[in-house]
T-cell receptor
Framework: NAGVTQTPKFQVLKTGQSMTLQCAQD?????MYWYRQDPGMGLRLIYY???????DKGEVPNGYNVSRLNKRELSLRLESAAPSQTSVYFC???????????????FGPGTRLTVL | GQQLNQSPQSMFIQEGEDVSMNCTSS?????WLWYKQDPGEGPVLLIA?????ELTSNGRLTAQFGITRKDSFLNISASIPSDVGIYFC????????????FGKGTLLTVNP
């Protein structure tokens, strides 16, 4: 059981380049999320997918797109990378908790992206 | 949007000391969560709190859901070197089954 996996672990891009971050979970969770983490900012939600076939914007969606490829996978696309998108990106997944809501989110190890 | 104020931003303590950190919110939360992030890793859930006044322990960790539903604290007793990391509070507000709001984190350093 690998949990949540992310590829790549590290990436350096030039301004204007595009790339896709991949995330997969093997816990049969319905919901998946993409966050970014910046120094002193905590985790901010970019997009989430409540269930297969749906995606919704989070707190900071501008400059990103997501695709829920199937129940296991959620990808994050940067069409034209900008230096402001230099960050650590975390994918997470969850299923409903016993007390309601999707509280226990399981996180992947992160992708460290630098945009020059 | 909802905001969480987490304090302190960082702490430097000696092994064996107790630690306390807290989060306050500008609005009511239905759920409070505490996560720990080790260097180079993703956050891991430590404790989840679901109702006002609830006090929950996980080993040397104890967390409480404030009565006003706008705050929570986390205590770590008898700290050890492996407690080093960033601790995040997170809250889930009304009408939001999926979205968590995270605090900015408390960086804990434990000197052996």
């Amino acid at each position: 059981n690998a949990g949540v996996t992310q590829t790549p672990k590290f990436q350096v891009l030039k301004t204007g380049q595009s790339m896709t971050l991949q995330c997969a979970q093997d816990m049969n969770h319905n919901s998946m999320y993409w966050y970014r983490q910046d120094p002193g900012m905590g985790l901010r939600l970019i997009y989430y997918s409540a269930s297969e076939g749906t995606t919704d914007k989070g707190e900071v969606p501008n400059g990103y797109n997501v695709s829920r490829l199937n129940k296991r996978e959620l990808s994050l696309r940067l069409e034209s990378a900008a230096p402001s998108q230099t960050s650590v990106y975390f994918c997470a997944s969850s299923s409903p908790s016993q007390r309601g809501g999707h509280n226990e989110q399981f996180f992947g190890p992160g992708t460290r992206l630098t945009v020059l | 949007g909802q905001q969480l104020n987490q304090s302190p931003q960082s702490m430097f303590i000696q092994e064996g000391e107790d630690v306390s950190m807290n989060c306050t919110s500008s609005s009511i939360f239905n759920t409070w969560l505490w996560y720990k992030q080790d260097p180079g890793e993703g956050p891991v859930l430590l404790i989840a709190l679901y109702k006002a006044g609830e006090l929950t322990s996980n080993g040397r960790l104890t967390a409480q859901f404030g009565i006003t539903r706008k705050d929570s604290f986390l205590n770590i007793s008898a700290s050890i070197p492996s407690d080093v990391g960033i601790y995040f509070c997170a809250g889930r507000g009304r009408g939001s089954n999926y979205k968590l709001t995270f605090g900015k984190g408390t960086l804990l350093t434990v000197n052996p």
